[in-house]
């Protein structure tokens, strides 16, 4: 058994990870974890699990997170492992051997390595680091001791790639002390110590280029985000750069004589600190400058500044410009982007994968996410990484006028390589190859922006080992991963910090912060796509009185929206209808109708509904609109669709010849209620066999190609408890689209989920199905209309809202066509009087039930009648009735098909039997009610159960196991 904190807090045995549960509940086995072998204050363990001041519930949630870890170390073995969680007075303590928490065998190798020597210290050094498997602490709450221990284990972390950096030094190999620091630096590029250690290394592994270039752009960084010039250790760093001069040239393979421009050697070079150092013939190439062919490489002369700048004065040398005798530096490529924010963990994917050997990633997303920014944006920070020069290209592989001419791109890319265009091959073939062999024994980054397919980009791909090339697409290009292992980046949207600093960019902070929430609208509004947050932002530039707030509202007309997001040919619309046009035409199809439903995720029934289509066929169009970046895949088997293409299609679906050319978009909402509603009769009757069917489907209801199947009440529970949403959406979209037979019936249907939740929320919802079925002319005033209240009513006695429970089920019997329908509405009548203290009513109301449901041979509604007189019973103080009461129900129960009544009528029984004295059988009685209501999620028949054992007993373990439920509910666990 092993502890985790170096990345996702867990417990790893030998069968594998266990499942911890909720945050907070890893975030207490992190408390614990952090101070091993110690106890840790219930005090201390509230500031780990919520991020403010506790709840005054918090022991009691502590506790049951403490006892359900417990139980979960105890069963996986963990006494043997040496390991124990203890409780004290007023703390808890995680007793385990040392060596088995990830964080302190970090530590502990991280000390041995500072006494030995540089060599071992890099293979403990190593081995320390490769412990680490994410950001520490993951997964937790953000209470502020776990951020305080999570910050001082990454700053351990930091230390340790600093160590392993200056092993690396010490024993001369800068190049891999480079590596390590360039990764790092990419999180945290402000760190002057971090840059100060890697212009060092670059200097010493020869490429001294890159290093003054790190030296520049950090300097710009620190004035540009905190105003601040380099700190000493930085200042220094780059005065031993500038004045030891380059060092000795390394040994390099001989490379073969290559093309070269007719005006290359006319090219004067700058030399690579001082803009205005004299050309000489054989000095080192600048960034993006092919070396010379016409001798051997020499190395250049040390220039020596006039003044050396102070610490605390900026150096005033401009960053190396490169030559473009050769071919393209940065001018090669478009202009960095302006107000480029965030992106660090792609940014920082960049730049651990290209330290591979010729790596081909591919950065891929949305149309209007910004991966042209993004590639465009690393490469300009990135073109000294690559002196041989750059080279990049359009594709235009989603443009309006078809892709560019590959062959044209390729003779391009020969030209700037040097070849005469009279020299450049007849033959795409030929020409390929030269292409190839004169990238070779270079190192050249490649950008290839907007790539259509993967045939496009083969060819393309430059020949040599210390290449580059970054792809841009709105395809996965899986062709390229299978046959170049080429390495995915995906960028997805901005989130609320990104996006506002964004907008900060266009209009300046002090216009973003005077309007916060409108900021975090617009993002929303815009969602979170850079391109139509830049078109925003260009819009409110240009008006510079119209408020944040006042754009917000602008944009939430959706007929505007995608207007106001355009600006000439640019924005949503123009992206989204270039991805469209290369999309099938029953791929198409399969978006419109993904844009009718209701919102939220989607799954495989669902879409199949939605274009009225197999099974099969769904998959595959919602394969290649994944592939498209047109939905999302999640990893769950569900889909979603983003806002923007859902407003897109839903604006141009309708002029499109696609959206009827077929199943479509019309029909498809219908479809979608008709396959929920088949879905739900499944669903009750795999959780409740024994019930009868509540109301029957309207005429021609569609029958679905697929749906899904369920074997057992868990199952089909757990169906409705994860489909709520969707079907509370799809409820109102039905009423919107008048299908109101539809939209009742589909409110009602939910009902096994609602007899076991029923604090929660339901009432709106069917107060809309109410509606629905009083315009229903086949229910209003009838049988429908009768269940729709008997049902809301009976929830409203549940939320202690009397007065309109009574409204509802005094007129609910006198609608009901069906003896089981009144039955109901006047067994929950009665339950209401009792409620109100009106007891001969209540008394009245449920033995008329009783005998309907008798007449009718309705075992359910006879049992539920059975169990309410039998609660009247107890209240009343006449126990033996109630005793007969409840074992005349239990007779008409089957356990394993009606679970939550048998569960009740159990707790009714034990509670009479105490009442009669008779307390071992009650004990017993209560203790199978407990049980079986916490095995099937029945949390409010068991907290019932507990709280009798706990008062009846004294014994302490029922308030612990009543104190765990509590956490368990708080979490939001989810409930059978």
């Given at each position: 058994?092993?502890?985790?904190?170096?990345?996702?807090?867990?417990?790893?045995?030998?069968?594998?990870?266990?499942?911890?549960?909720?945050?907070?509940?890893?975030?207490?086995?992190?408390?614990?974890?952090?101070?091993?072998?110690?106890p840790v204050p219930v005090s201390a363990l509230g500031k780990a699990l919520w991020e403010g001041e506790p709840p005054v519930r918090a022991r009691s949630v502590v506790q049951g997170h403490v006892s359900h870890l417990r139980g979960l170390i105890e069963g996986s073995g963990g006494i043997g492992h040496g390991v124990e969680l203890v409780t004290h007075t007023g703390a808890y303590e995680l007793r385990t051997p040392a060596d088995r928490v990830d964080s302190v065998r970090f530590k502990e190798l991280v000390r041995q390595a500072r006494s030995r020597p540089d060599a071992e210290a890099v293979q403990?050094?190593?081995?320390?680091?490769?412990?680490?498997?994410?950001?520490?602490?993951?997964?937790?709450?953000?209470?502020?001791?776990?951020?305080?221990?999570?910050?001082?284990?990454?700053?351990?972390?930091?230390?340790?790639?600093?160590?392993?950096?200056?092993?690396?030094?010490?024993?001369?190999?800068?190049?891999?002390?480079?590596?390590?620091?360039?990764?790092?630096?990419?999180?945290?590029?402000?760190?002057?110590?971090?840059?100060?250690?890697?212009?060092?290394?670059?200097?010493?592994?020869?490429?001294?280029?890159?290093?003054?270039?790190?030296?520049?752009?950090?300097?710009?960084?620190?004035?540009?985000?905190?105003?601040?010039?380099?700190?000493?250790?930085?200042?220094?760093?780059?005065?031993?750069?500038?004045?030891?001069?380059?060092?000795?040239?390394?040994?390099?393979?001989?490379?073969?004589?290559?093309?070269?421009?007719?005006?290359?050697?006319?090219?004067?070079?700058?030399?690579?600190?001082?803009?205005?150092?004299?050309?000489?013939?054989?000095?080192?190439?600048?960034?993006?400058?092919?070396?010379?062919?016409?001798?051997?490489?020499?190395?250049?002369?040390?220039?020596?500044?006039?003044?050396?700048?102070?610490?605390?004065?900026?150096?005033?040398?401009?960053?190396?410009?490169?030559?473009?005798?050769?071919?393209?530096?940065?001018?090669?490529?478009?202009?960095?982007?302006?107000?480029?924010?965030?992106?660090?963990?792609?940014?920082?994917?960049?730049?651990?994968?290209?330290?591979?050997?010729?790596?081909?990633?591919?950065?891929?997303?949305?149309?209007?996410?910004?991966?042209?920014?993004?590639?465009?944006?690393?490469?300009?920070?990135?073109?000294?990484?690559?002196?041989?020069?750059?080279?990049?290209?359009?594709?235009?592989?989603?443009?309006?006028?078809?892709?560019?001419?590959?062959?044209?791109?390729?003779?391009?890319?020969?030209?700037?390589?040097?070849?005469?265009?009279?020299?450049?091959?007849?033959?795409?073939?030929?020409?390929?190859?030269?292409?190839?062999?004169?990238?070779?024994?270079?190192?050249?980054?490649?950008?290839?922006?907007?790539?259509?397919?993967?045939?496009?980009?083969?060819?393309?791909?430059?020949?040599?080992?210390?290449?580059?090339?970054?792809?841009?697409?709105?395809?996965?290009?899986?062709?390229?991963?299978?046959?170049?292992?080429?390495?995915?980046?995906?960028?997805?949207?901005?989130?609320?910090?990104?996006?506002?600093?964004?907008?900060?960019?266009?209009?300046?902070?002090?216009?973003?912060?005077?309007?916060?929430?409108?900021?975090?609208?617009?993002?929303?509004?815009?969602?979170?796509?850079?391109?139509?947050?830049?078109?925003?932002?260009?819009?409110?530039?240009?008006?510079?009185?119209?408020?944040?707030?006042?754009?917000?509202?602008?944009?939430?007309?959706?007929?505007?929206?995608?207007?106001?997001?355009?600006?000439?040919?640019?924005?949503?619309?123009?992206?989204?209808?270039?991805?469209?046009?290369?999309?099938?035409?029953?791929?198409?199809?399969?978006?419109?109708?993904?844009?009718?439903?209701?919102?939220?995720?989607?799954?495989?029934?669902?879409?199949?509904?939605?274009?009225?289509?197999?099974?099969?066929?769904?998959?595959?169009?919602?394969?290649?609109?994944?592939?498209?970046?047109?939905?999302?895949?999640?990893?769950?088997?569900?889909?979603?669709?983003?806002?923007?293409?859902?407003?897109?299609?839903?604006?141009?679906?309708?002029?499109?010849?696609d959206a009827v050319a077929g199943p479509g978009a019309q029909g498809a909402l219908r479809r979608l209620v008709d396959l929920l509603l088949r879905t739900c009769l499944a669903a009750t009757e795999a959780a409740e066999p024994s019930s009868q069917v509540c109301c029957a489907l309207p005429p021609e209801t569609w029958l679905p190609f697929t749906r899904p199947e369920f074997t057992s009440r868990p199952q089909a529970l757990h169906w409705y408890a994860e489909q709520r949403e969707l079907l509370a959406r799809t409820v109102a979209a039905a009423r919107a689209g008048g299908l109101h037979a539809q939209?009742?019936?589909?409110?009602?249907?939910?009902?096994?989920?609602?007899?076991?939740?029923?604090?929660?929320?339901?009432?709106?919802?069917?107060?809309?199905?109410?509606?629905?079925?009083?315009?229903?002319?086949?229910?209003?005033?009838?049988?429908?209309?009768?269940?729709?209240?008997?049902?809301?009513?009976?929830?409203?006695?549940?939320?202690?809202?009397?007065?309109?429970?009574?409204?509802?089920?005094?007129?609910?019997?006198?609608?009901?066509?069906?003896?089981?329908?009144?039955?109901?509405?006047?067994?929950?009548?009665?339950?209401?009087?009792?409620?109100?203290?009106?007891?001969?009513?209540?008394?009245?109301?449920?033995?008329?039930?009783?005998?309907?449901?008798?007449?009718?041979?309705?075992?359910?509604?006879?049992?539920?009648?059975?169990?309410?007189?039998?609660?009247?019973?107890?209240?009343?103080?006449?126990?033996?009735?109630?005793?007969?009461?409840?074992?005349?129900?239990?007779?008409?129960?089957?356990?394993?098909?009606?679970?939550?009544?048998?569960?009740?009528?159990?707790?009714?029984?034990?509670?009479?039997?105490?009442?009669?004295?008779?307390?071992?059988?009650?004990?017993?009685?209560?203790?199978?009610?407990?049980?079986?209501?916490?095995?099937?999620?029945?949390?409010?028949?068991?907290?019932?159960?507990?709280?009798?054992?706990?008062?009846?007993?004294?014994?302490?373990?029922?308030?612990?196991?009543?104190?765990?439920?509590?956490?368990?509910?708080?979490?939001?666990?989810?409930?059978?």
């Amino acid at each position: 058994m092993e502890f985790k904190l170096l990345g996702t807090v867990g417990i790893v045995t030998e069968s594998g990870r266990l499942t911890l549960g909720p945050p907070k509940r890893c975030s207490l086995l992190a408390a614990l974890l952090l101070l091993p072998n110690r106890p840790v204050p219930v005090s201390a363990l509230g500031k780990a699990l919520w991020e403010g001041e506790p709840p005054v519930r918090a022991r009691s949630v502590v506790q049951g997170h403490v006892s359900h870890l417990r139980g979960l170390i105890e069963g996986s073995g963990g006494i043997g492992h040496g390991v124990e969680l203890v409780t004290h007075t007023g703390a808890y303590e995680l007793r385990t051997p040392a060596d088995r928490v990830d964080s302190v065998r970090f530590k502990e190798l991280v000390r041995q390595a500072r006494s030995r020597p540089d060599a071992e210290a890099v293979q403990l050094l190593h081995r320390a680091l490769a412990l680490w498997q994410g950001p520490a602490l993951t997964g937790t709450t953000a209470g502020p001791l776990l951020l305080d221990a999570a910050r001082a284990l990454e700053e351990e972390r930091v230390g340790a790639v600093e160590r392993l950096a200056d092993a690396y030094g010490t024993l001369g190999q800068y190049e891999r002390a480079a590596a390590e620091l360039d990764a790092e630096i990419a999180a945290y590029p402000l760190r002057e110590s971090l840059v100060a250690a890697l212009i060092l290394a670059l200097h010493r592994s020869g490429r001294r280029a890159q290093a003054v270039e790190r030296f520049h752009y950090t300097r710009r960084l620190l004035a540009d985000e905190l105003g601040v010039c380099p700190g000493p250790r930085l200042t220094h760093a780059f005065e031993e750069v500038l004045r030891d001069g380059p060092p000795a040239p390394r040994h390099t393979r001989p490379s073969p004589a290559r093309p070269q421009s007719p005006d290359a050697s006319s090219c004067p070079a700058a030399g690579p600190s001082s803009p205005g150092a004299s050309p000489s013939p054989g000095a080192s190439p600048s960034p993006g400058e092919l070396p010379s062919s016409s001798g051997p490489e020499t190395p250049a002369e040390p220039v020596t500044p006039a003044r050396l700048p102070s610490p605390a004065e900026p150096p005033t040398c401009a960053p190396p410009a490169p030559r473009t005798g050769a071919f393209g530096g940065r001018g090669s490529l478009p202009r960095s982007p302006g107000g480029f924010t965030g992106r660090a963990a792609q940014l920082a994917r960049l730049d651990a994968l290209t330290a591979e050997d010729a790596p081909v990633c591919l950065v891929t997303g949305p149309a209007g996410v910004g991966k042209t920014a993004l590639a465009v944006h690393w490469a300009h920070h990135n073109a000294g990484r690559f002196p041989d020069g750059l080279l990049f290209a359009d594709l235009a592989g989603f443009g309006a006028h078809g892709p560019a001419d590959g062959e044209a791109v390729l003779h391009g890319f020969l030209r700037r390589l040097g070849v005469a265009p009279e020299d450049i091959p007849d033959s795409a073939e030929a020409a390929g190859a030269l292409y190839r062999e004169l990238t070779a024994d270079r190192r050249v980054l490649v950008v290839l922006d907007d790539a259509g397919s993967s045939a496009h980009v083969r060819p393309l791909l430059p020949g040599g080992a210390d290449c580059v090339t970054l792809v841009t697409s709105r395809d996965r290009l899986g062709g390229l991963i299978v046959s170049e292992a080429a390495r995915p980046v995906p960028v997805g949207i901005l989130d609320d910090g990104e996006s506002a600093a964004l907008l900060v960019s266009v209009l300046g902070s002090r216009r973003v912060a005077a309007e916060p929430a409108a900021a975090r609208r617009l993002a929303g509004l815009c969602g979170g796509l850079p391109l139509a947050l830049r078109v925003v932002a260009a819009r409110l530039a240009y008006q510079p009185d119209t408020s944040l707030d006042g754009m917000a509202a602008q944009l939430l007309d959706d007929d505007r929206r995608l207007a106001l997001l355009s600006v000439d040919d640019r924005g949503p619309r123009a992206a989204l209808g270039a991805s469209l046009r290369h999309v099938a035409p029953q791929d198409r199809r399969m978006l419109y109708a993904l844009a009718s439903h209701p919102g939220g995720r989607i799954d495989v029934h669902a879409a199949a509904a939605l274009a009225g289509t197999t099974e099969d066929a769904a998959l595959g169009a919602l394969d290649t609109l994944a592939g498209a970046h047109l939905v999302v895949e999640e990893r769950d088997g569900h889909w979603s669709l983003h806002d923007m293409i859902r407003l897109y299609v839903r604006t141009t679906a309708p002029r499109s010849e696609d959206a009827v050319a077929g199943p479509g978009a019309q029909g498809a909402l219908r479809r979608l209620v008709d396959l929920l509603l088949r879905t739900c009769l499944a669903a009750t009757e795999a959780a409740e066999p024994s019930s009868q069917v509540c109301c029957a489907l309207p005429p021609e209801t569609w029958l679905p190609f697929t749906r899904p199947e369920f074997t057992s009440r868990p199952q089909a529970l757990h169906w409705y408890a994860e489909q709520r949403e969707l079907l509370a959406r799809t409820v109102a979209a039905a009423r919107a689209g008048g299908l109101h037979a539809q939209a009742w019936r589909l409110g009602i249907l939910q009902w096994p989920l609602m007899i076991l939740r029923p604090r929660d929320e339901w009432c709106p919802l069917l107060a809309d199905a109410l509606d629905s079925a009083q315009r229903d002319p086949h229910a209003a005033g009838g049988d429908g209309e009768s269940r729709v209240r008997a049902l809301l009513g009976w929830l409203l006695i549940e939320q202690d809202r009397l007065p309109e429970a009574l409204r509802h089920l005094e007129a609910a019997p006198a609608m009901a066509v069906d003896p089981v329908s009144e039955a109901t509405a006047r067994i929950n009548l009665g339950m209401a009087y009792a409620r109100a203290g009106e007891v001969r009513r209540a008394q009245a109301a449920c033995l008329r039930g009783l005998a309907l449901a008798v007449r009718c041979g309705h075992l359910p509604s006879q049992r539920l009648a059975l169990q309410h007189l039998a609660r009247m019973a107890l209240d009343s103080g006449r126990p033996e009735q109630a005793l007969a009461r409840v074992r005349q129900a239990l007779t008409l129960t089957r356990a394993e098909e009606e679970v939550a009544g048998w569960v009740w009528l159990r707790l009714q029984c034990g509670q009479a039997l105490w009442q009669l004295g008779r307390t071992a059988e009650a004990l017993a009685e209560l203790e199978e009610s407990a049980g079986r209501a916490e095995a099937h999620g029945l949390h409010e028949s068991a907290g019932h159960a507990l709280e009798l054992l706990s008062r009846i007993t004294g014994a302490q373990e029922y308030a612990e196991r009543r104190a765990a439920l509590a956490a368990r509910v708080e979490e939001g666990v989810p409930r059978a």
